[in-house]
């Protein structure tokens, strides 16, 4: 699509459409600088984080929470390429992009977040296989490039490169199958990143289980992401909402909730802390927060009268979605406030860079799927 043709279309697009895209251009702008308040003036002018709570809303948001969210791609990857639910195939490509997308975010907010992010590239050539961190290094690193590789058909595609699109499709299986052991390991150890606090994150969180809760836990909220992603390009390019399988996918998320509520249920029995949850502690209803949330999307979807509604399934994928990123949270911020001895909130800073970060990944969406084939009915239309 030219330039020209852009123009005229945002011509004639509806007063809530230009107050969207408004925002998100303030958002950028707020963005930009901060942005460079931050690598001018260092950490110390942008953010509230201290030596004693070094790890804030960028860790708990960009990194850890980023990376859950990004769980849709290796999640859809495997349902249809090795469990063969082909049915699913029309949002493979966008939820890809947004798991490729995601994961560049996740780097660019690193950069951020380093005190001295000009040494980002040392985990390359400085190798410390006892570090936990350096193993979720590598292994983002290198599903990076397996998202590279299971998107690089559309690009192929577009400009009709035959040849390394078959020997791409051929190495299809062993690629997925590489992206789902690359992303079992790093989501786990994500958790297992707060195994070496066990003096510092609150009994509620800490548990020797942590790495599986944070596995299960993105392999729950992962088909709520590809639920939520097909309603915001249902609404941003005007595709038909693909009921059929939204409604698939949210069986996938309710026996996760399940599963990850089960599992987290009995741990707090066996560690013989359930009795914590009535303490009264701020934590005690932080911890009830995460869990009211997944529990009522749980409820949404046990409920035929409900889950028969699109709308009803894309609530609880809502839901799960903001009750995985409280867990994030609680874990690498409420869980660790206490026992810094001090108070923190973030600074106005921190989440214009996170908005700016997440504004860039939307935008960045929205142009690689007007430019690719991303959706195919948007170009017989003649939209992309």
């Not at 469990?83 to 950069?111: C, D, E, K």
């Amino acid at each position: 699509m030219n330039l020209a043709m852009e123009i005229k279309q945002v011509r004639h697009w509806s007063t809530s459409r230009k107050i969207f895209w408004g925002i998100i251009g303030l958002i950028l702008l707020q963005g930009l600088y901060f942005s460079a308040v931050r690598f001018f003036s260092g950490l110390g002018a942008v953010t509230n984080l201290t030596d004693e709570f070094p790890w804030g809303f960028w860790i708990a948001f960009d990194v850890i929470g980023g990376v859950a969210l990004a769980s849709g791609g290796f999640t859809l990857a495997f349902l249809v390429y090795i469990m063969g639910y082909h049915r699913y195939h029309s949002v493979v490509r966008p939820t890809i992009l947004t798991a490729f997308l995601g994961y560049i975010l996740v780097s660019v907010g690193l950069i951020y977040d380093l005190g001295k992010y000009f040494n980002i590239w040392h985990p390359l050539v400085m190798w410390n296989p006892h570090s936990v961190m350096f193993e979720v290094a590598w292994c983002v690193m290198l599903y990076s490039i397996v998202l590279f590789l299971e998107f690089l058909p559309v690009v192929l595609e577009k400009y009709n490169l035959s040849g390394p699109l078959r020997l791409l499709q051929k190495i299809t299986i062993p690629v997925v199958l590489l992206g789902v052991l690359l992303s079992t390991l790093h989501q786990s150890s994500l958790g297992s990143v707060y195994l070496i606090v066990p003096a510092k994150l609150h009994q509620l969180w800490y548990t020797p289980i942590l790495p599986l809760l944070f596995f299960l836990s993105a392999v729950t909220v992962g088909p709520a992401m590809v639920i939520l992603e097909s309603a915001v390009s249902a609404r941003l390019f005007h595709r038909g909402l693909e009921t059929h399988i939204i409604a698939d996918l949210a069986d996938f998320q309710l026996v996760g909730i399940i599963v990850y509520l089960g599992v987290k249920i009995q741990d707090l029995f066996v560690r013989d802390v359930f009795g914590c949850l009535a303490s009264g502690q701020f934590e005690c209803f932080h911890f009830w927060g995460e869990i009211l949330l997944l529990v009522m999307a749980m409820l949404i979807l046990m409920i035929p009268g409900m889950r028969r509604h699109p709308k009803w399934i894309i609530g609880s994928a809502t839901l799960t979605v903001l009750g995985i990123l409280y867990n994030r949270f609680n874990v690498a911020w409420t869980g660790m406030l206490r026992s810094s001895g001090g108070e923190y909130t973030p600074a106005v800073g921190e989440i214009g860079i996170s908005l700016f970060l997440v504004a860039l990944g939307l935008m960045a969406f929205y142009f690689i799927a007007k430019w690719l084939p991303i959706f195919p009915e948007l170009k017989k239309r003649g939209e992309g």
